[in-house]
């Protein structure tokens, strides 16, 4: 095993891996300061944007899953809200912007440390768009979803969960956990 020598972030002196008294998880612990290295998901903001029976994809322009479709999404920055993360990813991938209608669901993945966060917004403006990292932007009606070219599993989960809630009328908040 190689070993992987980590350095404090506080004071610039050589950590160690160890437990530490109260907490389950070892931690990387400075041997000068104590200070404790605590390693937390990213979280991840976005919306399911709605218009009439219609829902709006954005085809991505960088990799990961470059080509395919997704729902406008991604990290949350310091200093923002949920929602306001979500309208800004919501801006600068296809210069939507939406009213919230509520939390649609959440979408846990452990083993990359990724939470998301996702909102069902009504579409306000007309002039959507692809900006940076879109190559395009449509709406798609409920029966025209490009199931096999859809970016990530957990926008399966969010649309295939969308078109149920949608014919069987129901408002649920749905969550996964994606092992």
């Given at each position: ?51 009439d ?50 939390l649609y ?74 092992s």
């Amino acid at each position: 095993v190689d070993f992987i020598m980590i350095y404090c972030e506080k004071c610039g002196s050589i950590t160690e891996n160890s437990n530490v008294e109260g907490d389950s998880i070892r931690r990387d612990v400075c041997k000068s300061c104590s200070f404790i290295r605590y390693i937390n998901p990213k979280i991840i903001v976005g919306v399911l944007p709605v218009k009439d029976e219609s829902i709006l994809l954005c085809k991505r322009d960088i990799e990961p899953s470059k080509g395919k479709w997704t729902i406008p999404s991604g990290f949350m920055e310091m200093n923002e809200s949920l929602e306001d993360g979500a309208r800004r990813e919501s801006i600068e991938e296809a210069n939507c912007k939406f009213d919230i209608i509520r939390l649609y669901g959440t979408y846990s993945i452990p083993v990359i440390g990724q939470v998301l966060f996702v909102f069902l917004g009504k579409i306000i403006n007309n002039d959507y768009r692809a900006m940076d990292e879109t190559s395009e932007v449509r709406l798609f009606p409920i029966s025209k979803i490009p199931w096999d070219q859809i970016a990530f599993p957990s926008v399966k989960f969010f649309l295939s969960n969308y078109v149920n809630d949608n014919s069987n009328g129901k408002k649920f908040l749905f969550h996964s956990n994606f092992s």
